[in-house]
């Protein structure tokens, strides 16, 4: 496409006499695409049917005029005034049954017919209008789905299609019964229509019956995305569709809303007004670009890349001189095609005024606005040659949303988080400067030579024989605690001892386990005693070799980390949640008696990735620091930018290149 640096652009926050200003800097800058409009619903149809596209196709004009092509958002995330005042039963309902209602975003409910109406009349104008303008290449349908939208929505509409999904699931009222488990607490059902949206309750929930109403949820919006993408595929047969997802977030299932998109893209804020620590440490940010690469296993866009402090009624810290454009060569080392940064101009009103862009309230250029420039103008002329090109991983992360749905639900342990568990795993490989992809779990595992697979709670025997053929084959594939526990359903299985069949490629059972609720334990592995946190599965060995043996609890000297020879590969089973020192180690052994290659030896705040072409392999070598740094690679490329090999000053990119022999 060879497009590949952009800004979010607001031209009806400002007024027209400013646009060509705006249009020349961006020019300036290396702006190549901006994306516009996913707010500006009522500017573009201020009354029903009566639309006004003038404002937008005039700023698409202009912008095309300075070479800068423009993608288009549909604007459902923020239905005006005049819709809600006609049909307030559009608005969404919450868990305690209040209405939400307008004045902020996203108050709207997806199954709403009356509100698919609307958004069928406005996206079909908007989408015919703009087909044939040649300034236009793209739409990005709605905005974050999921985001702001919380666990609603609990209205009639939504109650109904939840229980006709149901009733196509289950077909009989018996077979939910049975799956919910329904003969507890007296939760029996005689009919469908007696299954409610999970309004707040006098006490608990049914955690099977959550677990659907989380897979309906995210049936539901890419159902919603697809009502939109049918309209446009339709009427802009030339553009692609895109959507702007939100790293690890869970509620859609990021892998199914890929399918109706073309490419999928990614918006982040690694210093976040949220954010407990200064930033998101470059781990985090590493693997929130990873999976964004893996929901549809191609290179990704970021279409919201972080360029100033981001803040809604309090801010997150400034950017430090560098730091943004690390973290957007971060991206592109991932697998970004093209970084569109959040936003052009920081805007003088409503909720996000101290979401702050590449230009200040003052529009004037300054130090963001040199940065950014400095940026497109150093690495735009790779990034042509980039395009398509993919990291190529030894080592696979399983991810799967419906794992996530269920810590979701029931947590097992306070601070058991699914995401954050994956994370542990990841950090450890990221900081020997080990790429990682992250799969689903029914994927082909066959390429990696390492799989960690933590936490596979819900189990079907379909997955445990995927598991069992990889090990078979001579992969190496780590499990861990809380594997085997539950059925699809999300009920505990009886008819086995933990983890199931996956306890013959382990050689293990695991007939007991403690929770390490409000406390932490020991693990002997070697001569050295680690901490552990959160869980200790009590383990038997059926044929298994202890690795590492609990040091503290009743079960002290029993196996707390197995390895088992099966077929020809190797299955390791760690019974815990491992402390950062002891996974560092634990790592070090999987990924050496797995032949895995690490980039090089640097500092924790140095990254190493690469991406491949053909015939060609990139290395990217950033800075996340505002210190100077030392490296080493261990393999010989060419360095293309970048002042001295082995030697970053504060924040640098450094890329090299080689030939694939
Ligand atoms: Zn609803």
Redesign the pocket.
């Known amino acids: 496409m060879g497009i590949h640096f952009g800004v979010d652009y607001y031209p009806e926050h400002w007024p027209r006499e400013r646009w060509e200003t705006d249009a020349k800097l961006m020019q300036e800058m290396g702006v190549q695409v901006v994306r516009m409009a996913e707010f500006s619903w009522f500017k573009m149809e201020p009354a029903e049917g009566e639309f006004h596209f003038e404002w937008l196709e005039e700023a698409v004009a202009l912008l095309d005029k300075y070479g800068i092509k423009s993608i288009l958002g549909t604007p459902t995330a923020a239905p005006p005034a005049w819709i809600i005042e006609k049909n307030p039963e559009i608005q969404?309902?919450d868990r305690q049954g209040r209405r939400r209602h307008f004045g902020g975003r996203h108050h709207d409910?997806?199954?709403?017919q009356t509100y698919r109406a609307h958004i069928k009349r406005f996206v079909t104008a908007m989408s015919q209008k703009f087909a044939d303008n040649p300034g236009v290449i793209g739409w990005q349908i709605d905005n974050e789905l999921g985001n702001s939208h919380g666990d609603?929505?609990?209205?009639d509409?939504?109650k109904a299609r939840f229980q006709k999904w149901l009733e196509e699931k289950y077909k009989t009222i018996e077979a939910l019964n049975d799956a919910w488990g329904t003969a507890f607490w007296s939760q029996g059902y005689n009919s469908f229509s007696q299954v409610s949206t999970p309004l707040i309750t006098a006490v608990g929930e049914n955690p099977s019956a959550m677990l659907d109403w989380k897979c309906f949820c995210s049936d539901l919006i890419v159902d919603f995305a697809k009502w939109q993408a049918d309209i446009i595929r339709e009427n802009c047969p030339k553009h692609f569709i895109t959507h702007n997802y939100m790293c690890f977030d869970n509620k859609v299932d990021y892998y199914d809303l890929g399918e109706l998109l073309d490419f999928v893209s990614n918006d982040i804020y690694p210093a976040g007004h949220w954010q407990k620590q200064p930033h998101q440490p470059e781990s985090e940010l590493a693997a929130s670009h990873d999976v964004i690469r893996g929901y549809k296993k191609k290179p990704f866009w970021m279409m919201e890349q972080q360029s100033g402090m981001a803040g809604w009624e309090i801010m997150g810290r400034a950017l430090e001189p560098g730091q943004m454009s690390a973290w957007a060569m971060q991206s592109v080392a991932h697998g970004a095609d093209a970084v569109v940064f959040f936003r052009w101009r920081t805007c003088a009103m409503g909720t996000e005024q101290y979401w702050h862009g590449i230009l200040g309230h003052s529009g004037n250029p300054g130090r963001i606005y040199r940065e950014a420039k400095q940026l497109t103008h150093t690495f735009a002329k790779y990034m042509d040659e980039f395009e398509g090109s993919m990291p190529n991983p030894e080592v696979a992360i399983v991810h799967n949303f419906r794992q996530n749905y269920a810590f979701d639900i029931q947590p097992n342990h306070p601070e058991l988080r699914y995401v954050e568990q994956l994370y542990k795993y990841y950090k450890a490989l990221y900081e020997k400067k080990i790429p990682v992809d992250f799969v689903q779990d029914m994927d082909d595992l066959s390429k990696y030579k390492l799989v960690i697979a933590p936490l596979q709670y819900l189990m079907t025997p379909r997955l445990e024989q995927h598991y069992m053929d990889y090990v078979e084959n001579g992969g190496h594939l780590v499990l861990t605690m809380r594997t085997g526990v539950k059925d699809a359903a999300n009920l505990c299985m009886t008819d086995r001892e933990l983890p199931g069949r996956l306890g013959e490629i382990c050689g293990i059972e695991v007939p007991e386990y403690d929770c390490l609720i409000e406390t932490t334990g020991g693990v002997l592995y070697g001569k050295k005693e680690y901490e552990i946190q959160k869980w200790c599965d009590i383990i038997e060995l059926k044929g298994a070799k202890q690795i590492a043996e609990y040091a503290t609890g009743f079960y002290k000297q029993s196996p707390a980390v197995t390895e088992n020879n099966y077929g020809n590969g190797i299955a390791w089973y760690v019974g815990t949640e491992p402390g950062e020192e002891l996974m560092e180690d634990l790592m070090s052994y999987f990924t050496q008696e797995s032949d895995i290659e690490t980039l090089g030896a640097a500092a924790d705040g140095v990254e190493m990735m690469t991406r491949e072409s053909e015939d060609k392999i990139w290395l990217f070598v950033i800075n996340h620091t505002n210190d100077e740094q030392v490296y080493h690679l261990h393999d010989r490329y060419t360095l293309l930018e970048g002042e001295k090999e082995e030697f970053l000053k504060p924040y640098e990119v450094q890329l090299f290149e080689k030939n694939k022999s």
């Open positions: 969404p309902i409910c997806q199954s709403n609603l929505c609990m209205c509409s939504c």
